[in-house]
Nanobody
Framework: VQLQASGGGLVQAGGSLRLSCAASGNIFSINVMGWYGQAPGKQRELVATITSGGNTNYADSVKGRFTISRDNAKNTVYLQMNSLKPEDTAVYYC?????????WGQGTLVTVSS
């Protein structure tokens, strides 16, 4: 399974970005899709996940501002990021789980200026 993430960039505080991550390759049943963020000098942390049934989970820091969604027909997961803050600056990685195996994308950089 290969993951291609896109949508990162530079945005001012209060702005919005939409990240996308498309999965390709040997796909037969992706269970969980998610986004993780790694800020400079920090560990990678969960931002949001979504199951195949549509159940979502968010980090407390992004609740009410970020929305995760997925298009199962396109094997794509999205992260709508609103009301961005400088502390949201990070490399965002997508991750999918299929048959108990985890796959990671290459990361896309989000920089929020104050």
């Amino acid at each position: 399974v290969q993951l291609q993430a896109s949508g990162g960039g530079l945005v001012q505080a209060g702005g919005s970005l939409r990240l996308s991550c498309a999965a390709s390759g040997n796909i037969f049943s992706i269970n969980v899709m998610g986004w993780y963020g790694q800020a400079p000098g920090k560990q990678r942390e969960l931002v949001a996940t979504i199951t195949s049934g549509g159940n979502t989970n968010y980090a407390d820091s992004v609740k009410g501002r970020f929305t995760i969604s997925r298009d199962n027909a396109k094997n794509t997961v999205y992260l709508q990021m609103n009301s961005l803050k400088p502390e949201d600056t990070a490399v965002y990685y997508c991750r999918v789980v299929q048959a108990f195996r985890s796959y990671w994308g290459q990361g896309t950089l989000v920089t929020v200026s104050s």
